[in-house]
């Protein structure tokens, strides 16, 4: 059987990215109209952790051959 698990941890990656970008132009653009910050540190440590979690399962499912 195959497996389609390789290609769906490179999707959550790349939307874990974008995420991150996303945040940082928003809170780029709040903060030149004067606004406050949308996203804080936790905000970004939180999509951090998310990302390494991430790197964890793939490492793995190279590690068994996944």
Same mark, same amino acid.
């Given at each position: 059987?195959?497996?389609? $698990?390789?290609?769906?941890? !490179?999707?959550?990656?790349? /939307?874990?990215?974008? $995420? ?5 132009? /928003?809170?780029?653009?709040? @903060? ?9 540190? !936790? ?11 991430? @790197? $964890? !399962?793939?490492?793995?499912?190279? $590690?068994?051959?996944?």
């Amino acid at each position: 059987m195959t497996t389609h $698990r390789p290609v769906a941890l !490179q999707a959550q990656i790349a /939307a874990s990215w974008a $995420r991150l970008e996303g945040m940082k132009a /928003a809170n780029k653009a709040r @903060s030149q109209d004067g606004y406050a910050l949308a996203y804080d540190s !936790q905000a970004f440590f939180d999509e951090a952790a998310h990302l390494e979690g991430l @790197s $964890r !399962q793939a490492e793995e499912l190279e $590690r068994v051959g996944g």
